[in-house]
């Protein structure tokens, strides 16, 4: 056999058995591209960073019967400045995700692990341990933990956050869903002893108000989320995504004895790291933002002055209380006299003070005693983020 013919004789063999190699053992590329798309896309990033701006306290106690959850509350934290606070993407998931269009961005958020089937909520937490909620009789929502909005992968949330510019925050999601806004509120108002308790130990910062995502979509998973191969160091919490909040409280204004039923401040920290670090942020709880809680039989019985008014302030100093105070008391729920520095519910009944017994409250005395005789004011007090 002349060499040329041997030489393409042993190319054709070379080829064929290449080919065949190739077949038996290479996956369809296309499959395999899926796979890895897959497996990149379980190990995004936290996709969201969120900002909130307000927090408030309620001390309102012994409150039994059933009462609207928009009016009354032990806590509530939210982000009501357009483009000032609210949810953002993180840069990492931005930098990881900067090849999708915005709805492959948004369908990611389901195939990651850390941003899929998770709610971003509100708890009291074990400042030793975050995964420790504190927790008044069982768990309930609304009550010991409440999600500020739908899970994070749902499309009426993960749709707009997708699609948000770089530096853009967003506090609203339209839709049709009841959670729009991004608030939470916590409700330890059926006895005093628990509140007073729950002050005690923020005060104390033995704990503190987490804002983390649940383990699951489910409102009473009380899990937290961790950045992975996180470990705690010694004497330290074990590290979780979101923000934490040591709290304080003080006499409301006015007063020299008495509750420390007003909140004196705000200290926000980072959470993802084994001891908690400060966040540069400046939390102003101005006494102008502390507003007694008055019963309507009271102001008819003239034994204190709390004038049913439409919202109308006076100055700039006004404007900043009745702003305040209006994130979290809302013109369906509350008359705000701005001039007595009171607030009066629109519906008859007296629930935030709950069964008086026969004593007597305590409006504008300097000194302050609960008794058999004497009950000490209601107040709710507001803290904003500069």
């Known amino acids: 056999m002349p060499s040329s013919l041997k030489l393409r004789h042993g190319l054709m063999v070379v080829t064929v058995a290449s080919l065949l ?25 936290l996709a969201v960073s969120a ?19 928009r009016a009354y509350f032990t806590f509530r934290a939210g982000a009501y400045v357009p483009n000032m606070s609210g949810m953002e993407l993180t840069k990492e998931f931005r930098d990881a995700t900067k090849f ?38 069982e768990l309930r929502v609304g009550e ?38 991004i608030e939470a509120s916590l409700r ?13 130990n923020l005060s104390s910062r033995t704990s503190l108000l987490v804002a983390g995502y649940s383990g699951s979509s489910d ?17 330290g919490a074990h590290p979780i995504y979101g923000r934490g909040y040591f709290l304080s409280f003080r006499l409301p204004q006015g007063y020299t004895s008495g509750e420390t039923r007003a909140l004196a401040s705000v200290e926000e920290v980072d959470l993802q790291t084994s001891f908690p670090t400060q966040i540069n942020a400046t939390w102003d709880c101005n006494s102008d933002y502390q507003f007694v809680i008055v019963r309507p039989e009271d102001v008819w019985a003239g034994r204190v002055i709390c004038n049913p008014t439409v919202d109308r302030y006076n100055d700039t100093n006004q404007q900043q209380m009745l702003s305040a105070i209006r994130r979290v008391l809302r013109v369906e729920d509350w008359f705000v006299d701005l001039n007595n520095r ?37 107040f709710v007090s507001v803290c904003i983020r500069r």
């Not at 077949?23 to 896309?41: G, I, L, M, V």
Request: aromatic share 10%.
């Open 21 to 45: 190699i190739f077949q038996n053992c290479a996956q369809p590329p296309e499959e395999n591209f899926t796979a890895t798309a897959q497996s990149f896309q379980s190990k995004l990033p």
């Open 51 to 69: 900002t909130l701006d307000t927090i408030a306290h309620m001390s309102c106690s012994e409150i039994k019967d059933a009462v609207e959850p």
């Open 100 to 137: 999708y269009s915005t709805t492959q961005r948004a369908r990611a958020f389901a195939s990651s692990e850390v941003n899929g089937n998770t709610l971003f909520n509100l708890s009291i937490r074990a400042a030793a341990d975050y995964q420790s909620p504190w927790i008044s009789e």
């Open 144 to 181: 010991e933990i409440e999600a500020f909005l739908p899970p994070l992968d749902s499309d009426v949330i993960s749709g707009p956050l997708a699609g948000l510019p770089l530096g853009k925050m967003i506090n609203y999601f339209p839709g049709p869903h009841p959670k729009r806004l």
């Open 188 to 200: 330890f108002y059926k006895f005093e002893n628990v509140v007073k308790d729950t002050r005690n």
């Open 219 to 235: 409102e009473l998973d009380t899990t937290l989320r961790s950045p992975p191969d996180a470990a705690a160091s010694p004497g």
């Open 342 to 378: 009171c607030v009066m519910p629109k519906r008859t009944g007296d629930y935030c003070y709950g069964e008086l017994n026969n004593r007597t409250i305590q409006y504008g005395s300097a000194t302050c005693v609960n008794n058999t005789s004497f009950m000490c004011p209601h």
